[in-house]
């Protein structure tokens, strides 16, 4: 049962990625490293708002529905070797300050909406 839930979870992760994906697309000129950006930094802040209520409790969460959202879609939906082929090609081209930028920002708005969604909804009443 948990491997249907990673699997059919990722699956619906994956599909909301790539919709992220071509949204940028079709809205800029290009999705690199934008969309990317878009999907990690809003996962990190979901993924910590749902630590946060079921560790406090204010959201009882079965392990089979956890696996299914945290390592299914939200595994599906982050993704970290998109981010690292959007750094190494905008290094490797003509844009390493905005590689060096994409790390920095990706990483420490991350951490930081992790945190601030954890904490939120571990204040919850």
Do not use: C
Not at 18 to 25: M, P, Q
Not at 105 to 117: D, E, F, K, S
Request: aromatic share 10%.
């Amino acid at each position: 049962m948990t491997w249907l839930a990673v699997a059919v979870g990722g699956a619906l992760g994956s599909m909301a990625r790539h919709w992220v994906n071509l949204e940028f697309a079709h809205r800029y000129e290009r999705p690199v490293p934008y969309a990317t950006a878009a999907v990690n930094l809003i996962g990190a802040a979901v993924i910590g708002v749902l630590a946060g209520l079921v560790a406090s409790e204010k959201l009882p969460m079965a392990p089979h529905a956890r696996t299914f959202i945290f390592v299914g879609i939200l595994g599906g939906f982050t993704t970290s070797s998109s981010f690292k082929l959007d750094t190494f090609t905008l290094g490797h081209g003509s844009e390493p300050v905005t590689a060096s930028l994409n790390v920095l920002v990706q990483n420490a708005a991350g951490m930081a909406l992790v945190w601030a969604g954890y904490t939120v909804a571990v204040k919850l009443h």
